[in-house]
């Protein structure tokens, strides 16, 4: 009964970081919206229907029921108005501003959790076997591969190999060299894995397959050899950034190498690109916090980048989207039809939320 309400918090306390996320991202919107002056109508946690309202000012706050993000309404962004005060009768740079508020919060975000890790808990460094003098050096698992003895027994990403153990023998090390042999002189046999997860220690049998598939490996893991390193706060805001600014550069050559393949009509490889749900980000938030709270806050953080970037994309119905009206409304001298921009947007809103109940509905299947 116990494991099961602790996952039952767990789930619980990933929705609500996601939420808090998606709450901060709005925030941005809504602080540049009230520097610029522009009358916020509302300014919602959670979807509609409204639990409890409250207006202080002339901004309505609202719990909603629905705990899948937040939002705000701008007086003269849905309906334009030639106002000072509202959205519409702003320059385009101050509402291109306004626009970009929220992308820049979810990087704001990501790099303030990503100093605190830094600070508290230590970043993972990855080092070699022949490396010496570091503290307390893990095996760490970096990449499970679908499929694989490891992922079939439930072993994860983050999980910390302690000891490797078979009938006639056993291992404990913190050398990857040392694991990796164990493991290739034992195939076919019964194996025996001792891992850390967070607080848990779990004894996990499996058996390593004689002929694995080309770079899995006998079990299918990709373990590294790392030990955490803690940094003064002055040079971790500044390891916060920079991480933040090389994983979001990284994303950003790896998905103009997978449009360049698209449209050189070179064939991707099967699992290079995944798409997944609330389901998925979700259930993998979980593993996270039980693999402790540093690997959980680096999870939340590599989600507010994916969104930052997934926000930004020039499609209707994202702030990517309102960037692109802005700026034909400035090529053109004049907005785009308030009839035809609506009827852009809705359509690729219920696109979007059509594919996203799809990939939700295909991850249940699979999953559970």
Do not use: C
């Amino acid at each position: 009964m116990l494991p099961i309400f602790i996952t039952i918090i767990n789930i619980v306390i990933v929705i609500i970081s996601l939420v808090v996320l998606v709450t901060l991202h709005e925030l941005g919107h809504f602080l540049l919206a009230k520097k610029f002056g522009v009358r916020v109508k509302e300014f919602g946690i959670g979807i509609p229907p409204r639990i409890y309202g409250k207006k202080i000012g002339e901004t309505e706050y609202s719990l909603n029921a629905i705990p899948l993000g937040a939002f705000v309404k701008l007086y003269g962004e849905e309906e334009r108005v030639e106002d000072r005060r509202s959205f519409s009768g702003k320059p385009i740079w101050q509402r291109v501003l306004i626009v970009l508020g929220g992308v820049i919060a979810f990087w704001i975000v990501s790099a303030i959790i990503m100093a605190v890790v830094a600070g508290i808990w230590g970043l993972p460094i990855q080092i070699e076997d022949t490396d010496q003098g570091f503290k307390n050096p893990k095996i760490e698992i970096a990449q499970v591969a679908k499929g694989s003895p490891a992922n079939k027994a439930g072993l994860r990403t983050w999980d910390v190999i302690k000891q490797a153990k078979v009938e006639s023998g056993e291992i404990t090390t913190d050398k990857v060299e040392e694991l990796v042999n164990f493991i290739d002189n034992h195939k076919g046999q019964e194996l025996t894995i001792t891992i850390n997860r967070g607080k848990q220690v779990l004894n996990v049998t499996l058996i390593p397959r004689i002929n694995p598939p080309s770079g899995e490996g006998p079990i299918g893991i990709q373990p590294v050899r790392i030990y955490f390193k803690v940094y003064p706060w002055n040079e971790a805001i500044v390891q916060g950034f920079v991480i933040i600014k090389n994983e979001t550069l990284q994303i950003i050559f790896t998905l103009g190498g997978l449009i360049s393949k698209l449209i050189r009509r070179v064939p991707i490889p099967k699992g290079e690109v995944e798409v997944g749900s609330i389901v998925v980000i979700g259930q993998f938030g979980v593993y996270a916090l039980e693999s402790g709270i540093n690997n959980f806050l680096t999870y939340i953080a590599s989600i507010s980048v994916f969104l930052a970037l997934f926000n930004v994309l020039p499609i209707p119905a994202l702030d990517g989207g309102k960037l692109l009206f802005l700026i034909i409304e400035k090529i053109r001298g004049k907005p785009i039809s308030q009839k035809i921009e609506e009827k852009v947007t809705t359509a690729f809103f219920i696109l979007i939320m059509t594919l996203g109940v799809f990939v939700i509905i295909r991850d249940i299947i699979i999953r559970f």
